[in-house]
Nanobody, 122 residues
Framework: QVRLQESGGGSVQSGGSLRLSCELSGNSYDGSCMAWFRRGPGKEREGVALVNADADNLYLDSVKGRFAISRDRDKNALYLQMHSLASEDTAVYYC????????????????WGPGTQVTVSS
């Protein structure tokens, strides 16, 4: 069974930076397609950044140029570097690994970590 554990969340002022980390364990999935999602207050969960088997990245439009997803296959780790944070980025951030289907925010099936809270104050 796959397990994911996020870390690195916290409170930061507008314009600040945070780096989220995620550790993947278990042997059910190869981690070739992984992503970060988030759920803001009163909002639905949305895909933020995705990396596929070819190391191609996909980003939510609102985070392009500010966030960067990266992966360390040797450590089974996934990262999300976030810069120029704004109040709209306040959310619980979830690490996810694709378990079935295409490597797609909407069409893939995902396994989730418990999430880590990011709070941006203005």
């Amino acid at each position: 069974q796959v397990r994911l554990q996020e870390s690195g969340g916290g409170s930061v002022q507008s314009g600040g930076s945070l780096r989220l980390s995620c550790e993947l364990s278990g042997n059910s999935y190869d981690g070739s397609c992984m992503a970060w999602f988030r759920r803001g207050p009163g909002k639905e969960r949305e895909g933020v950044a995705l990396v596929n088997a070819d190391a191609d990245n996909l980003y939510l439009d609102s985070v392009k140029g500010r966030f960067a997803i990266s992966r360390d296959r040797d450590k089974n780790a996934l990262y999300l570097q976030m810069h120029s944070l704004a109040s709209e980025d306040t959310a619980v951030y979830y690490c996810a690994v694709r378990t079935m289907g295409p490597c797609s925010f909407q069409r893939g099936r995902w396994a989730w970590g418990p999430g880590t809270q990011v709070t941006v104050s203005s």
